[in-house]
């Protein structure tokens, strides 16, 4: 995989989480109610729609696992490529971008210089990487 998509897996797949989470939560506040307003109703009339809900949730919750598991994994990527950098700039500069997704002007404000400065940082660190060092 190229070291531009590495870099941009994590925010990729925490964008997928994020709506995922939305959809986990949407399912629970169905099931919720599903539960409160058919739980005494005899001969359970509208169960279906209560266990359809809870299987969905259930298989919802766990494609969301499965994506903290891939986020995880990306995020170990991004760090074993941060460490082979040689210098401490360029490490910062890919930290900021690729792990805390900071825009160019805060990363710069974060490492003391000009956005224009850390983004060449970042694009050094990039080509470095892509160089194939060791």
Excluded at 73 to 78: F, S
């Amino acid at each position: 995989m190229e070291i531009e998509k590495i870099l941009a897996r994590p925010r990729r797949i925490r964008a997928r989480m994020e709506e995922q989470r939305e959809r986990v939560d949407r399912l629970e506040a169905f099931a919720q109610r599903c539960t409160s307003s058919w739980s005494d109703t005899p001969g359970g009339h509208g169960g279906d729609a209560r266990y359809d809900a809870v299987a969905k949730l259930v298989e919802e919750r766990k494609k969301l696992l499965g994506l903290a598991a891939s986020y995880q994994e990306a995020l170990w990527a991004v760090n074993d490529l941060i460490e082979r950098l040689p210098k401490e700039r360029m490490r910062q500069a890919v930290k900021l971008r690729a792990l805390d997704e900071l825009s160019w002007r805060k990363a710069g404000r974060e490492m003391g210089i000009s956005p224009r400065s850390a983004r060449r940082w970042y694009i050094r660190a990039v080509a470095w990487l892509t160089e194939d060092n060791p």
